[in-house]
């Protein structure tokens, strides 16, 4: 079963590219059927282009009315008819209608509940964990919910932080282990192994 991906993109896309990728390689049983960009100079936008992927692009610079975006947001995501919704370094916080509660995923660039949070992204998340003298980092893949970075946890992959670590070493190795572990966790969603009930994980 091929299973319907919109992915929403505020960055560099290589979180996209990864899945776009994985697709490719038949690692992942789906399909990127929208991508949603929230800024015209995403680098997300070249790489679904690059591998034909339909974009749109809805964002602050585009659409400054925020209940007009978020209406934007909405009805593209209805209109693409998505079994899952991923965040993929996209930086607001999505209205998730009703039939896509459960459905929307987010990967986090640290191991949530930790580090996470309104003005946690990029750099100033890894900058965080240094300077509190952390000997561990990681990623966390979950469900979105209304409140940043708090939905209930699917996958996480930790990874060490290591002597001599800067913000750009340490996000390298968070970066390398988002690469397995959000495709892993579409793999458990995907084959229904792991879904959302009322607000918490279940398995199996
Ligand atoms: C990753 O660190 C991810 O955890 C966060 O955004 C970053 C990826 O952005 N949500 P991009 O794919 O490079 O645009």
Known sequence: MTA?????????????????????????????????????????????????????????????????????WVQALRESRPDWVVLAGWLHLLPIPPELEGRVVNIHPALLPSYGGPGFYGDRVHGAVLADGRLLSGCTVHFATAEYDRGPVILQEAVPVLPGDDVHSLAARVFAAEKRALPEALRLLISGRVRWNAGRIAWG
Do not use: F, K, W, Y
Request: aromatic residues 0%; charged residues 25%; glycine residues 8%.
């Open 4 to 72: 319907r991906l919109a992915v929403l993109c505020s960055g560099t896309g290589r979180t996209l590219l990864n899945l776009a990728q994985e697709i490719e390689a038949q690692r992942l049983p789906a399909a990127i059927v929208l991508v949603l960009a929230s800024r015209p100079d995403a680098g997300a936008i070249e790489h679904a282009r690059r591998h034909g992927l339909a974009v749109r692009i809805v964002g602050p610079a585009t659409h400054p009315d925020r209940a007009e975006r978020e209406r934007l």
